[in-house]
């Protein structure tokens, strides 16, 4: 594909190479997704962990404590690593970061494989959301850092279909494994996870640390060379090198001190904290972790034919939406439309599951419609919301907080997933208010409020590097001016945004 410089992908083949490596960590994230929710579904590991129940499809059921902790300390961990990401990122790069995560995993898989104890298992699931958390913060960062600005879309929507990609991967497995009756069950599932952790420890040596976060560190020439190693041979990296420099000279001209109080401190900074964390929280607003984290589960309890094989029919659905997505990002690609879109989408269709399974519930043909509403579901929400949402909230911070607002972000979100996948066992667990399917109640209007949001304050972006961005909240720009603006700062020529000239 050519750029509007004439440069190919090939071209930059050394920036896919390292940005490649890093969407392996949302794919573990994805991963771990996928098996875990597919566990609490599976007689081998609740016969462990759950206790038996004559009533349900498959004779046995979970507490709802229990469900609420195995699948909620992880993303409680991911909120609370994602927190610290601000002051980790102060002393240590983004590399280092995604050793230490793989580090984690290791060992928070292992305490999982050998224990039989439940209370060993949510000391691992705690240590794994620690992991995880790293995993999707570094690396994202890594990815807004180091990409150019025309691909930053591109690579950020092959993060989400990453994510995507390591559900359905871990779905198919645990579909591959469910109907075992013993341990093996589970501890088949689990050991995949090892792999990723592995290809990540050795990968990162060959690959350098982000050219924004030396330079911000005051390290030039080794972000001179990392830019080196990012851009087409031949590329004026120096040029590039300077106006980052500017960038943050400018931003330490506003407040030169970085720390967790300085992105309130500042009206502009606070403004592009605000932002940031609201954007990564648009996920959370459709309700997605309900159907991603209990999908197996809660198609068991609805009485759908064989929920593993339609679990993983919804994962590959959302899988195709990405790839969709993917083709259009770079020459499209607008959050402000597709986030609208998507979220309205969303929350219809979560209310009409709610109303179809309130009217007839637990037959066949309803089973057959909330597959079929699920997977427009998923087509919408990995098409027009996750990718654009985690764009939004890399792409917005301040380069000098970019760690500490980012960080901040993922941690609202992961906080907000958490919430949700505590409290869904609740809701429907025959066990306890057993709604099922009329959870999609509560999630209409609160994607409803998203998309009214996402209209009045969040700026488009697309296509600018991220000096540019700053250089617009700088001007205290409104959100709907950000798309026609045309910045009058120099620009490096081989990132000039077509959307720069757009009325």
């Known amino acids: ?122 000391v691992g699931r705690l240590l794994n959301g620690l992991a995880n958390g790293y995993f999707m913060t570094f690396s994202q960062l890594y990815i807004q850092e180091s990409s150019p600005a025309k691909y930053r879309g591109l690579f950020l929507s092959v993060f989400q279909f990453s994510t995507s990609f390591g559900t359905l991967l871990g779905t198919i497995v645990d579909w591959a494994t469910a109907s075992r009756q013993d341990r093996s069950a ?36 080794q972000g001179v060379k990392s830019l080196r190693f990012l851009r087409p041979t031949g590329a004026d990296v120096k040029t590039e090198a300077t106006e980052i420099q500017v960038a943050i000279e400018k931003e330490r001209e506003l407040g030169s001190s970085v720390g967790v109080l300085d992105m309130f401190k500042n009206p502009i900074d606070r403004r592009r904290t605000i932002l940031s964390v609201c954007a990564v929280t648009l996920q959370a607003s459709t309700g997605s972790m309900f159907i991603i984290s209990f999908k197996a589960y809660f198609f068991t309890m609805a009485k759908v034919a064989d929920p593993f094989g339609m679990g993983a029919v919804l994962s590959a659905i959302g899988l195709v939406a990405l790839i969709i997505n993917s083709s259009i990002v770079v020459r499209y690609g607008r959050r402000r439309v597709l986030l609208m879109s998507g979220l309205t989408t969303c929350g219809i269709l979560q209310l009409i599951v709610a109303v179809v399974y309130d009217k007839n519930p637990g037959t066949t043909v309803t089973g057959q419609v909330l597959v079929a509403l699920s997977c427009l579901y998923m087509m919408s929400y990995n098409g027009m919301v996750s990718t654009y949402s985690w764009v939004s909230g890399g792409e917005l911070p301040s380069q000098r907080l970019r760690s500490y607002t980012f960080g901040l972000g993922a941690a609202v979100g992961f906080f907000a997933a958490w919430l949700t996948t505590f409290t869904a066992p609740y809701f429907i667990n025959p066990d306890a208010l057993n709604w099922g399917p009329r959870y999609g109640y509560i999630w209409f209007p609160s994607s409803i409020i998203g998309a009214v949001w996402v209209y009045f304050f969040l700026p488009e972006a697309k296509g600018r590097t991220l000096e540019e961005i700053d250089e617009m ?6 959100a709907r001016k950000f798309r026609g603006y045309k910045c009058v700062r120099r620009l490096v020529p081989d990132e000039k945004p077509e959307a720069a000239h757009e009325d």
Request: with cysteine; glycine share 10%; charged share 15%.
């Open 1 to 122: 594909m050519a750029t509007k410089d004439g440069e190919t992908i090939r071209e930059h083949w050394r920036c896919f190479l390292a940005c490649g490596l890093m969407v392996l960590s949302p794919f573990q994230y994805g991963v771990d997704f996928g098996l875990i929710g597919g566990l609490q579904a599976m007689p081998g590991f609740l016969k462990i962990y759950g206790h038996e129940a004559p009533n349900t499809t498959i004779g046995w059921n979970i507490s709802t404590v229990r469900q609420q902790l195995i699948s909620s300390l992880m993303t409680l961990g991911a909120f609370i690593s994602s927190a610290t990401a601000g002051v980790v990122a102060a002393k240590f790069g983004r590399r280092a970061c995604i050793w230490l995560a793989c580090v984690g995993c290791v060992v928070s898989n292992i305490i999982m494989m050998t224990t039989t104890d439940i209370n060993a298992l949510y």
């Open 186 to 221: 589970y501890l088949i599932p689990l050991g995949v996870i090892y792999i990723v952790p592995f290809i990540l420890a050795i990968g990162m040596f060959f690959i350098p640390e982000s050219p924004r976060w030396l330079i911000l560190q005051d390290r030039i020439d």
């Open 473 to 478: 909240f700088e001007e205290r720009l409104p």
